[in-house]
């Protein structure tokens, strides 16, 4: 797989991941979050745009990055998007680990998707020799 392949496929989850996350805000906050007061829905809903914009954001910017021609520089953008992940993936199984203690949950399912196939083709366009 070519590098600008891997971009714009690492880019099109991010941006999946937030029309997700919008998706969920418009429809559905209510049924997940329960019995959750006012102010609390408004808070998740105020933390949880922000995210679903940052992952609009992201998936944009490594799509438009993958017209670079520079092989390097396709290479330190691929570092930028796994450094970015390994920090996700950390907090994520941070939040999976201490479940009911000190958080309420991991993310759910569609995350997960994002979280290990974005570092799993970033390592593989990082360290494949073929040119």
Do not use: Q
Request: aromatic share 6%.
């Amino acid at each position: 797989m070519r590098l600008k392949n891997i971009l714009k496929t690492t880019g099109s989850l991010h941006i999946l991941l937030g029309l997700l996350i919008i998706f969920l805000l418009i429809f559905s906050v209510e049924t997940i979050a329960g019995n959750a007061s006012s102010e609390t829905l408004l808070l998740v809903r105020g933390t949880a745009d922000v995210v679903a914009a940052s992952n609009l954001g992201i998936g944009f910017l490594l799509i438009i990055c993958s017209s670079i021609k520079d092989k390097k520089s396709l290479k330190k953008v691929l570092s930028g998007e796994l450094a970015l992940m390994v920090c996700l993936l950390a907090v994520a199984f941070f939040n999976t680990f201490n479940a009911g203690t000190i958080v309420d949950g991991g993310p759910p399912p569609p995350f997960w998707v994002v979280l290990i196939v974005n570092p799993i083709l970033c390592t593989y366009g990082l360290i494949k020799r073929k040119k």
